[in-house]
């Protein structure tokens, strides 16, 4: 089994729709969670780390389900500019480790 | 620019050489990661490094890989006798460690390696 685990997509979306993605992972000892996000043919960018509480920074909001193992993010108002592919990652049981999934393309829709 | 920077950025080379990269991170960043990605995954982790000291390698790293970080600053990573299968992108990161857990990690553009 992946370690981390993501549809691939694509979403296809218009302007201004909301969007979730989840990412599910298969080590109930993962303690750091995170979403990138990684534009064509360019290096993954942090997006915002994902807490225990849930975190929001603007139209993103990040959740963690420890419970069921699993992460998600929602776009809200989505934008042209957030079209990229979002990579979800977690840590391993030495915390020095990072599993990356295989990204979920989005393309935000005129 | 006081980002991850790598070089080269494009490298072609013909299988059965050998090649070097280097990454510069983040100057108070003490941990630096390398890792691979191909067209259509995410990357995949190769090794870490906790100032000079590699702590940890994935199995995906063979023995025509090894990777080094002397002074805890810079690091190299090289190939030897690349294979066709070798060809990737080759991400490098650096963080800061609070404890036991890395912080957020920050990418450097990467390294394209095409062997032919």
């Known amino acids: 089994r992946k370690e981390v685990e993501q549809d691939p997509g694509p979403f296809n979306v218009p302007e201004g729709a909301t969007v979730a993605f989840n990412c599910t992972y298969s080590?109930?000892?993962?303690?750091?969670f995170f979403w990138y996000r990684q534009d064509c043919r360019k290096e993954p960018k942090l997006l915002m780390s994902?807490?225990?509480s849930g975190n929001e920074d603007g139209r993103f909001t990040a959740q963690l389900n420890r419970a069921s193992q699993y992460i998600s993010l929602l776009i809200r108002d989505s934008k042209l500019s957030d079209s990229a592919t979002y990579l979800c990652?977690?840590?391993?049981?030495?915390?020095?480790?990072?599993?990356f999934g295989t990204g979920t393309s989005l393309t935000v829709i005129p | 620019d006081t980002g991850v920077s790598q070089d080269p950025r494009h490298k072609i080379t013909k299988r059965g050489q050998n090649v070097t990269f280097r990454c510069d991170p983040i100057?108070?960043?003490?941990?630096l990661y390398w890792y691979r990605q191909t067209l259509g995954q995410g990357p995949e982790f190769l090794t870490y490094?906790?100032?000079?000291?590699?702590?940890?390698k994935s199995r995906l790293l063979s023995d025509r890989f090894s990777a080094e970080r002397p002074k805890g600053s810079f690091s190299t990573l090289e190939i030897q006798r690349t294979e066709q299968g070798d060809s990737a992108m080759y991400l490098c990161?650096?963080?800061?460690?609070?404890?036991?857990?890395?912080?957020?990690?920050?990418f450097g553009p990467g390294t394209r390696l095409t062997v032919t």
């Open positions: 990161a650096s963080s800061e460690a609070y404890g036991s857990w890395a912080d957020e990690q920050y």
């Open positions: 080590n109930s000892a993962s303690q750091s």
């Open positions: 994902v807490y225990s």
């Open positions: 990652v977690v840590n391993g049981n030495t915390g020095n480790q990072f599993y």
């Open positions: 100057s108070e960043h003490n941990r």
């Open positions: 490094f906790q100032n000079e000291a590699q702590l940890e």
